[in-house]
């Protein structure tokens, strides 16, 4: 059977040379360095969005909203496309920043493999905990990087401990330094053994300068630092702390690395690593759990929507990762949750100032649909035979807000901003007949998505707002018949969201505590990632 021009064979060679992945990190641990430095030792063909960087730093694709620059934060996400050996790297960035989390979280959805960046000097730090968590969940094989190993930081061993203890992943480096934080001579490779010396070169804006060495060769070199890496990475063969491909694909174990991202030392190894270990693109579980084999008819999912990427292209962008078949830009898909055809006319694999058309994608690309309003943040599309993949948690919203519009006559305006940003799931929607269509609560993860909101329904859809904060921080799912019983506590709402789930807001968890106390048989179930 056949896909249009390719033959099954043909799309799961592409699919098997695909390496779709995410780089995890609290912010400041060096993600956009990173990112840098792979894309400079790769060949860049492609970048869907944006790489994120600080401002004042080299410009990024995505200057979408002046906020975004004067933060210097990236709130959009994306994927950069890359090639080296023989494979094809999708990179789908995740927005540093805590306070877009829930987006991040989402992105997660669309990746195979997870690169968990850690800075020397501060071990897991608490967005990076957060993030492996979502991984864990969802079972997503981890590689750590230490990066900033040029800088004095916690001692190799030590972080290992750390690794092990907070994330419950066995590490197994594949690489051990040789040289203490501080003082980063080159990295001793536990499968072949040997001595990889790596050399500055100017301000490490171009590739690092490295040798290899057979161990009698580097022991002379390097001396002391040489017997320290041998001896210490013995300790961890008696602690079987060993590469093992099986618990890694089963987020059980996580290979380790160490690295100097502004020093471009270690990159070639995390590209051979990700190249050698890391998963191809492979059949993904449908709703009901029955894989959907990687040459099957095109089929995709939406894992993000974004609006207002460019004021002069109004465009709505939903963002798919390809899971079966090949993507063929004109084709007309069927959009699964209303069964209605959608067309692929605007495919782009660019966007932001450049834009380029893309024409085809396998399975584990990612593609940005232009004109895209219809979509929703989970859909599945698909040609021929019919596929649902499994909708993409919401998280659990801490922050409140009424919303409402400043200028009474702007009001189909407003509804139509609330109803996009909801769609977007920029910000989650709450209602109740109390409070009337006019005045919706707004619910986010972080304080900043409604920043983002403001600044949208603003600039974008022309109804200026406001903003009244609630005191409300916890929310909780329950069922119609608990309303009644909720409706008499105090400062206890029922909302219910757009999705029809309906929310019972607490002001702080002793709240949440005294109403379980008092009415035992309440349904009220914490929102987690599902
Ligand atoms: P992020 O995206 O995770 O937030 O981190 P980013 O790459 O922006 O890096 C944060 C800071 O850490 C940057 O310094 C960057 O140069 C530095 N950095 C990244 N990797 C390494 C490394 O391996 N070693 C050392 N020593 N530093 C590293 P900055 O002062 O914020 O910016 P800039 O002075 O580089 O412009």
Not at 73 to 80: C, E, F, G, T, W
Not at 154 to 174: C, F, H, N, S, W
Not at 243 to 270: R, W
Request: hydrophobic content about 40%; proline content about 5%.
């Amino acid at each position: 059977m056949t896909s249009g021009r390719y033959s099954d064979k043909e799309i799961r060679t592409q699919a098997a040379r695909r390496r779709t992945f995410a780089v995890i990190s609290h912010p400041d641990a060096g993600k956009s360095t990173t990112t840098e430095a792979l894309a400079l030792h790769a060949r860049a063909i492609g970048q869907a969005g944006a790489t994120h960087g600080k401002a004042g730093r080299r410009a990024t694709v995505s200057d979408w909203m002046q906020m975004e620059q004067d933060r210097g934060i990236s709130i959009s996400s994306a994927a950069l496309q890359f090639e080296y050996r023989d494979a094809v790297f999708n990179l789908v960035d995740t927005p540093g920043h805590a306070d877009f989390s829930e987006d991040t979280y989402r992105v997660l959805s669309a990746v195979d493999c997870a690169v968990m960046l850690i800075d020397a000097a501060k071990g897991l730090e608490s967005q990076t905990m957060k993030l492996f968590e979502v991984c864990a969940h969802r079972n997503i094989p981890i590689i750590t990087v230490v990066n900033k190993w040029d800088r004095p930081g916690l001692d190799a061993l030590a972080l290992m401990d750390e690794v092990q203890q907070r994330t419950g992943l066995l590490p197994t480096p594949i690489t051990w330094p040789v040289g203490q934080s501080g003082d980063f001579r080159g990295v001793l490779d536990r499968i072949t053994g040997e001595y990889t010396k790596y050399t500055r070169t100017d301000g490490g804006a171009t590739i690092a300068g490295e040798e290899t060495f057979a161990p009698e060769a580097a022991a002379e070199l390097e001396g002391e630092a040489w017997t320290t890496a041998v001896d210490e990475s013995e300790l961890l063969d008696m602690e079987d702390q060993n590469h093992d491909q099986e618990t890694f694909l089963a987020g059980k174990s996580t290979p380790v690395m160490f690295a100097s991202a502004v020093l471009n030392f270690g990159i070639h190894k995390l590209l051979d690593t990700l190249v050698d270990l890391a998963p191809a693109a492979e059949a993904r579980e449908d709703k009901e759990s029955a894989p959907r084999d990687v040459a099957a008819p095109f089929s995709g999912f939406v894992f993000k929507v974004q609006a207002g990427m460019d004021s002069n292209h109004r465009d709505r962008l939903a963002y798919i990762r390809v899971c079966s078949g090949v993507f063929e830009r004109g084709s007309v898909l069927t959009h699964s949750a209303t069964g209605k055809p959608f067309a692929t006319k605007y495919a782009q694999q660019v966007f932001g100032r450049d834009r380029d058309v893309v024409d085809e994608a396998f399975p584990g690309d990612v593609v940005g649909l232009v004109n895209a309003s219809a979509l929703r943040v989970g859909d599945s599309l698909y040609l021929d035979k019919k596929v649902e993949f499994p909708g993409i948690p919401t998280f659990s919203p801490e922050h409140f807000m009424v919303i409402r519009a400043k200028d009474s006559s702007k009001y189909k305006q407003f509804r139509r901003g609330i109803e996009q940003l909801d769609h977007e799931g920029v910000i989650q929607v709450l209602r109740s007949d109390l409070r009337g269509d006019q005045a919706p609560v707004l619910g986010a993860v972080g304080p900043m998505q409604f920043e983002v909101a403001e600044d949208r329904m603003t600039n974008e859809f022309n109804a200026p707002c406001s903003l009244e904060r609630l005191n409300f921080s916890l929310a909780r799912r329950t069922t119609p018949e608990c309303v009644p019983t909720l409706a008499r506590e105090r400062n206890v709402e029922v909302l219910s969201r757009s999705d029809g789930e309906l929310l019972a807001l607490f002001s702080d968890r002793w709240r949440l505590q005294g109403v379980e106390k008092n009415h035992p048989d309440l349904v009220l179930e914490p929102l987690v990632v599902s």
